[in-house]
């Protein structure tokens, strides 16, 4: 538009900027987000944002307590996807013990990985959806995402903070139940997942709305931290599934979707794919776990005596296995001295864990490698320029969790 | 292919001589130390020689050792060539009394939060940071939550025999 002939006054409100106040508590920022913007117009010139508000202590938390205790700290870290953070924790225990899990727990724990990917992606890109306006998708799939968590719950009693999995392998085998739950996600799910595709893919009014915003190359998105789906829809392949593989991901075949200009499209669109990828993972998983026969079937957990709790008959009734509860309980087992970092894919991104023992009860230091943490401080660079409804959607298209990032 | 540790370490050698110290192989690993003056000197010749160019900051921390006099505080680096696909940490020591680090802010946009995060917990002063100010506590707090000396409540029961555990 035009306005060379309109001439403003000195002191016209359309040559002021005005700062509003975008959060901490809003309904469009999915999440505990503050961020001060200045606008002219709809157009936001800068943004300065302010996150801790739910900041926890994790890490000086983390010190006063054992190994298996940390495990629901961990749930709290990205809730849309806890299953990941709590086998990225028992992976880190296990380096640090030189711990071998069986390949059947690996493979079990590969297919409740990328049930939670596929959540966290799930509730992810339907959050785009609803911010661009399409709200009917994101209630749709949430009936698809109430399988997996039926399934979580068949596996491990809960399911949003789920505290799944123990040191060595899974707390109790898989039960039919679950297997059958399985089934029907992966025969349920492709279909739902078409349809949230043909919701919004091809959509014009999304795509206009998406296409373009919130753009990162992959120079400034590798110096600004970016891993995950950012990253990939940036144009680099990089996964640590991939670069350092963890329970027996070498095993699968799959690719690494990646995108190009790193826009809120682009990462839609890696998300969608990557969930496409995640289905072909569990149903090679899958069947190998159904090839296991026999005793095969029933392994569920590596032979950690110093860890992994024993069974409750045994408690009752032998001396050994009632000595190892309680010590175990009571956190009085000496890890070994060792500095490790381990780190595994997480829903938005590498989610590390750095622990030093020093030959203690309780890490000496934990500290969390939080994915959203690091690549949330693009955003002001991100939103730059524009319009303020853009700036919600792009925040919602980087998969912000609070609690992953405050910690 | 991957970097070798050796070859990394003999790199930083005939670079830098006996200011790069420490190496250990920790699950993998390779792990050094450098004196904090020369932390950037470091981070800048890792990532521009290009037979190393460990161009991608994964993580930055502190930690505190309040038993090493006059290194009493770390600042632990976590650095990865993507494309070679090797990772490696390196570490400064600081005394506290004097917790003044050159940042990394130059080189790596995504140390900016990072080291805000140190400062905010360890009290790392890191020198050139463009807005070195608290992140996650309250502007308010006048003290550095995560060192050892301010411990958490103690856990263990006041009541339990210590000799009976193996602690006495």
């Given at each position: 538009?035009?306005?060379?002939?309109?001439?403003?006054?000195?002191?016209?409100?359309?040559?002021?900027?005005?700062?509003i106040?975008?959060?901490?508590?809003?309904?469009?920022?999915?999440?505990?987000?503050?961020?001060?913007?200045?606008?002219?117009?709809?157009?936001?010139?800068?943004?300065d944002?302010?996150?801790?508000?739910?900041?926890?202590a994790?890490?000086k938390?983390?010190?006063?307590?054992?190994?298996?205790?940390?495990t629901?700290?961990?749930?709290?870290?990205?809730?849309?996807?806890?299953?990941?953070?709590n086998?990225?924790?028992?992976?880190?225990?296990?380096?640090?013990?030189?711990?071998?899990?069986p390949?059947?727990?690996?493979?079990?724990?590969?297919?409740i990985?990328?049930?939670?990917?596929?959540?966290?992606h799930?509730?992810?890109?339907?959050?785009?959806?609803?911010?661009?306006?399409?709200?009917?998708?994101?209630?749709y799939?949430?009936?698809?995402?109430?399988?997996?968590?039926?399934?979580?719950?068949?596996v491990?009693?809960?399911?949003?903070?789920?505290?799944?999995?123990?040191?060595?392998?899974?707390?109790?085998?898989?039960?039919?139940?679950?297997?059958?739950?399985?089934?029907?996600?992966?025969?349920?799910?492709?279909?739902?997942?078409?349809?949230?595709?043909?919701?919004?893919?091809?959509?014009?009014?999304?795509?206009e709305?998406?296409i373009?915003?919130?753009?990162i190359?992959?120079?400034?998105?590798?110096?600004?931290?970016?891993?995950?789906?950012?990253?990939?829809?940036?144009?680099?392949?990089y996964?640590?599934r991939?670069?350092?593989?963890?329970?027996?991901y070498?095993?699968?075949?799959?690719?690494?979707?990646?995108?190009?200009?790193?826009d809120?499209?682009?990462?839609?669109?890696?998300?969608?794919?990557e969930?496409?990828?995640?289905?072909?993972?569990i149903?090679?998983?899958y069947?190998?776990?159904?090839?296991?026969?026999?005793?095969?079937?029933?392994?569920?957990?590596?032979?950690?005596?110093?860890?992994?709790?024993?069974k409750?008959?045994?408690?009752?009734?032998?001396?050994?296995?009632?000595?190892?509860?309680?010590?175990?309980?009571?956190?009085?087992?000496?890890?070994?001295k060792?500095?490790?970092?381990?780190?595994?894919?997480?829903?938005?991104?590498?989610?590390?864990?750095?622990?030093?023992?020093?030959?203690?009860r309780?890490?000496?230091?934990?500290?969390?490698?939080?994915?959203?943490?690091?690549?949330?401080?693009?955003?002001?660079?991100?939103?730059k320029?524009?319009?303020?409804?853009?700036?919600i959607?792009?925040?919602?298209?980087?998969?912000?969790?609070?609690?992953?990032?405050?910690? | 292919m991957?970097?070798s540790?050796?070859?990394?370490?003999?790199?930083?050698?005939?670079?830098?001589?006996?200011?790069?110290?420490n190496?250990?192989?920790?699950?993998?690993?390779?792990?050094?130390?450098a004196?904090?003056?020369?932390?950037?000197?470091?981070?800048?010749?890792?990532?521009?020689?290009?037979s190393?160019?460990?161009?991608?900051?994964?993580?930055?921390?502190?930690?505190?050792?309040?038993?090493?006099a006059?290194?009493?505080l770390?600042?632990?680096?976590?650095?990865?060539?993507?494309?070679?696909?090797?990772?490696?940490?390196?570490?400064?020591?600081?005394?506290v009394?004097?917790?003044?680090?050159?940042?990394?802010?130059?080189?790596?946009?995504?140390?900016?939060?990072?080291?805000?995060?140190?400062?905010?917990?360890?009290?790392?002063?890191?020198?050139?940071?463009?807005?070195?100010?608290?992140?996650?506590n309250?502007?308010?707090?006048?003290y550095?939550?995560?060192?050892?000396?301010?411990?958490?409540?103690d856990?263990?029961?006041?009541?339990?025999?210590?000799?009976?555990?193996?602690?006495?």
């Open positions: 538009m035009s306005d060379h002939n309109i001439t403003l006054a000195e002191d016209a409100i359309e040559r002021k900027t005005t700062t106040n975008l959060g901490p508590t809003h309904p469009a920022t999915h999440g505990v987000f503050q961020n001060i913007m200045e606008l002219d117009g709809e157009r936001v010139i800068s943004s944002q302010t996150v801790g508000y739910i900041h926890r994790f890490e938390l983390a010190e006063r307590r054992p190994l298996y205790q940390i629901p700290i961990t749930d709290r870290l990205n809730y849309c996807s806890s299953p990941i953070n086998m990225g924790w028992h992976l880190t225990c296990e380096k640090l013990l030189g711990v071998q899990t390949k059947r727990v690996d493979y079990l724990r590969v297919i990985m990328e049930l939670a990917r596929i959540a966290d799930l509730i992810c890109n339907s959050i785009v959806g609803v911010d661009a306006g399409a709200f009917t998708g994101f209630l799939v949430m009936q698809y995402r109430e399988l997996i968590y039926e399934i979580y719950e068949e491990c009693g809960s399911r949003l903070t789920t505290n799944i999995g123990r040191i060595g392998g899974f707390e109790r085998n898989f039960t039919n139940t679950a297997f059958t739950k399985l089934e029907k996600f992966l025969k349920e799910y492709p279909v739902a997942l078409g349809e949230l595709e043909s919701l919004l893919t091809r959509n014009r009014i999304f795509m709305r998406t373009g915003g919130g753009p190359s992959a120079e400034r998105a590798l110096n600004y931290g970016f891993t995950g789906p950012n990253l990939r829809a940036a144009g680099v392949d996964d640590v991939v670069h350092s593989p963890y329970s027996s070498q095993d699968f075949e799959f690719e690494i979707p990646v995108g190009k200009t790193g809120n499209y682009d990462r839609f669109l890696v998300r969608n794919q969930m496409w990828q995640s289905m072909r993972i149903q090679q998983a069947n190998k776990v159904q090839a296991f026969k026999g005793t095969d079937a029933e392994v569920y957990h590596a032979d950690v005596p110093e860890y992994y709790l024993p409750k008959e045994d408690v009752y009734t032998k001396m050994e296995a009632l000595i190892w509860h309680f010590k175990i309980i009571m956190g009085e087992v000496d890890m070994p060792g500095e490790v970092y381990q780190s595994v894919e997480g829903g938005n991104g590498e989610l590390g864990f750095y622990m030093i023992s020093d030959g203690g309780t890490p000496f230091r934990l500290h969390f490698r939080r994915p959203c943490f690091i690549y949330y401080q693009a955003y002001p660079e991100l939103v320029d524009s319009m303020l409804s853009d700036a959607l792009t925040m919602s298209s980087l998969n912000l969790i609070a609690g992953e990032l405050d910690a | 991957a970097i540790n050796e070859y990394i370490q003999q790199k930083l050698t005939e670079k830098f001589g006996d200011q790069v110290f190496f250990e192989d920790t699950y993998g690993m390779l792990c050094f130390e004196p904090k003056e020369l932390n950037l000197k470091v981070l800048q010749y890792l990532y521009d020689e290009p190393l160019g460990f161009q991608f900051l994964t993580d930055l921390c502190g930690v505190n050792y309040p038993e090493m006059n290194r009493e770390a600042v632990v680096y976590h650095l990865h060539n993507l494309v070679e696909n090797t990772r490696l940490r390196f570490k400064v020591f600081t005394p009394a004097t917790p003044d680090v050159f940042t990394a802010t130059q080189l790596f946009s995504s140390a900016n939060w990072m080291e805000r995060e140190t400062y905010d917990f360890f009290g790392v002063n890191f020198v050139g940071h463009p807005n070195l100010k608290r992140i996650l309250v502007d308010e707090m006048d550095f939550p995560l060192r050892k000396e301010y411990p958490l409540e856990q263990t029961r006041i009541d339990k025999d210590d000799e009976m555990f193996g602690r006495g």
